[in-house]
């Protein structure tokens, strides 16, 4: 590996550096503090390795991973989110201390995973990105410290494995069909031989159960049954990294896929539509009436999923793009309504919505959080949620598919009224014995402030991000460098 290869290849190099010290960490006893260092050292590192390899080129290991424009900016945000998880993770205090230093080795091995997976151009490859993100979050969840007559975090565990074995079952079953059909596990060589028989049941099936694993990840129907159970029953601060990291990654191999579709392609187009209508519905309306808000944000991402899947529906560089930006807005929203679940829970239980009753007189910062990842969550201007929904909405009409954009907008009116529920519990309930206030970190803090920064800059001026997804959408085939990796 020449020294612009390791450059373009140094986010990986470094979370892989920082997973083997967090390894050796864990082999102490009562070293969480050490743990916790490291971790946030690693994040702040590859964050910095980010940057550096930006505009970093490079295609290693004989063709299977690709380095490109698309590839590194995904590897900002996903680090920018890991930081974030991290610092909403506070001491957790749900997580049995004796294997808390594990907690942080499986969640820097998971990050790994994502980051690599956007990377990866050759199925074989992906899949063991795709895994080597899913088995640490499986181990996670039943992470969770029991307490009396509740092991919660049990079922969910089982859940989350089962729906996961089973939707990367189909998943390889898919993959299967493609390469028969094309002889090659080399994303775009596969997807360019594909299209002479795309309309065969066979080529249909196969990109159908191919898509299963992803579709897993994003909690689109009909592979969403696991997402609220897992919410309920995770940690806090593991159930903000389920619903935040691992849905951006989702979509960024799902662009890969449809980049090189043809936008003549109606029946993966109808597909689509119909995965995305039907989560859509069924999200939001089982949210109506939920009470946990842990719960309630399970039922809502099946939603926000369909809203993402509306971008792939027009099969367009500018639908991509939209689904992009969507998503990535979406985790920086879902995080702040996680970091007020980790501040407000008591000793890291689950938070009802009417706990948050008069949050504004026990935290101004942590209300204003909430009331802003909300209302983006809600899709009310003029936050990123807001310019998200337009863009899909814009790139779906585009392409004439005026009664999905119809069907969107009834559902994101559904979703403003439970959303309106939360804030109203915050800003007009009655804290009665809860109202006593709640002391933030500096890192709380800093982590709340930064959350609304960039919620309200991403939908006041998205341009900035449009026009670099944009540009990274339109050099994902370009020819690149080969770097033979031995």
């Not at 899913?134 to 565990?157: D, N, T």
């Not at 009310?380 to 337009?390: E, T």
């Not at 559904?414 to 309106?420: D, F, P, R």
């Not at 919620?455 to 959408?473: E, N, Q, R």
Request: proline share 4%.
């Amino acid at each position: 590996m020449n020294s612009s290869s390791f450059i373009a290849f140094l986010p990986e190099l470094v979370l892989l550096t920082g997973a083997l010290v967090l390894f050796f960490v864990t082999l102490g006893e009562k070293l969480v503090a050490r743990a916790r260092l490291v971790a946030l050292i690693t994040a702040v590192a590859v964050i910095a390795a980010s940057i550096l390899s930006f505009h970093q080129t490079a295609v290693l290991f004989t063709g299977a991973y690709r380095i490109d424009a698309f590839s590194q900016l995904l590897k900002l945000v996903l680090s920018g989110g890991f930081a974030a998880v991290l610092l909403l993770s506070g001491p957790l205090p749900d997580i049995r201390e004796r294997i808390r230093p594990e907690y942080y080795l499986f969640l820097t091995l998971s990050v790994t995973g994502l980051i690599m997976l956007v990377s990866c151009v050759d199925v074989i490859a992906l899949i063991i990105a795709l895994e080597l993100s899913s088995f640490p979050l499986y181990m996670l969840v039943p992470m969770r410290r029991e307490r009396e007559g509740q092991r919660a975090q049990m079922e969910a565990a089982v859940k989350y494995i089962m729906f996961g074995v089973a939707a990367n079952g189909l998943m390889l079953f898919g993959v299967s069909y493609l390469f028969g059909l094309t002889g090659t596990t080399s994303l775009p060589l596969m997807l360019e031989r594909l299209a002479p028989v795309v309309h065969s049941p066979l080529a249909i099936v196969g990109l159908a159960l191919t898509f299963c694993g992803l579709f897993y990840k994003l909690a689109v129907f009909p592979f969403h049954f696991w997402t609220p159970d897992v919410y309920q029953g995770a940690a806090n601060e593991t159930a903000s990294l389920i619903a935040s990291l691992p849905k951006v990654g989702a979509i960024a191999v799902l662009v890969r896929f449809t980049s090189l579709a043809s936008t003549e392609n109606h029946t993966l187009a109808l597909l689509l539509t119909g995965l995305a209508v039907i989560s859509m519905f069924y999200g939001n309306l089982i949210a109506l009436g939920q009470k946990d808000f842990k719960r309630l944000l399970g039922f809502s991402s099946i939603a926000h999923a369909g809203y993402a899947v509306v971008g792939f529906v027009a099969l367009s560089e500018a639908g991509s793009a939209a689904a992009l930006y969507y998503i990535t807005g979406y985790m920086v929203m879902v995080l702040a309504c996680f970091t007020v679940i980790s501040r407000v829970s008591r000793d890291g239980t689950n938070v009802a919505i009417s706990e948050l009753a008069g949050l504004h007189r026990r935290s101004p910062l942590l209300a204003a959080t909430l009331i802003i990842g909300v209302f983006g969550l809600a899709g009310i201007p003029p936050f990123v949620g807001f310019m998200g929904k337009l863009s899909l909405l814009t790139a779906a009409l585009a392409k004439g598919y005026l009664g999905l954009v119809i069907v969107t907008m009834i559902n994101a009116a559904i979703a403003v009224y439970y959303y309106l529920r939360v804030i109203r519990e915050a800003i007009f309930g009655d804290p009665g014995v809860n109202a006593a206030p709640i002391i933030l970190t500096t890192s709380t803090r800093i982590l709340c402030v930064t959350l609304i920064v960039v919620i309200i800059a991403l939908g006041v001026a998205p341009s900035a991000v449009m026009d670099a997804i944009g540009s990274s959408l339109a050099e994902i085939n370009a020819p690149v460098v080969t770097t033979y990796v031995p």
